[in-house]
Each structure stands twice: as C-alpha cells, then as structure tokens.
C-alpha cells in the first residue's frame, strides 16, 4: 500500500491522535521549531536535486554541441 493510499484513509479521529501524540513527544513550544527544520531540510533537498538536475542537463548540451560540432 503506497503512503498516499495511508493519509487518504485516515479519518479525523487518527489525525487527532497523531496530532496529540506530536504535542506530547515535542511540547507546544518546540513544534515551530521542528516545522522550520523540516522546511528547511526540503527546501536543501530541492536545491540540490535542482543543481543535479541543472548539471546533467547541461552536461547534455554540451554533448549534443559537440556532435554538432563534428558534423
């Protein structure tokens, strides 16, 4: 079962207990600080994912010139 196929069965009572489990693992005052690391680790994520995906694009530009080139 994909984790997309999870959320979309869970109904409000679950989202609640998650919730309430979340406040008591972490405490009402550490859960923005917990959010911010989490958006800041997918905001790192895409820029890197960004930056390979730049790389091998223009490693295929480069590529396809000099074929350009010999021809």
Do not use: C
Not at 17 to 23: P, S
Not at 65 to 71: I, L, M, P, R
């Amino acid at each position: 079962m994909s984790t997309l196929a999870i959320f979309l069965f869970l109904g409000v009572q679950e989202w609640v207990i998650i919730v309430l489990a979340i406040v008591l693992l972490f405490g009402g005052r550490k859960i923005p600080e917990l959010m911010r690391g989490i958006g800041q680790g997918i905001r790192e994520f895409n820029s890197a994912k960004n930056d390979v995906k730049k790389h091998i694009e223009d490693g295929m530009n480069e590529e396809s010139k000099s074929k350009e080139d010999k021809a």
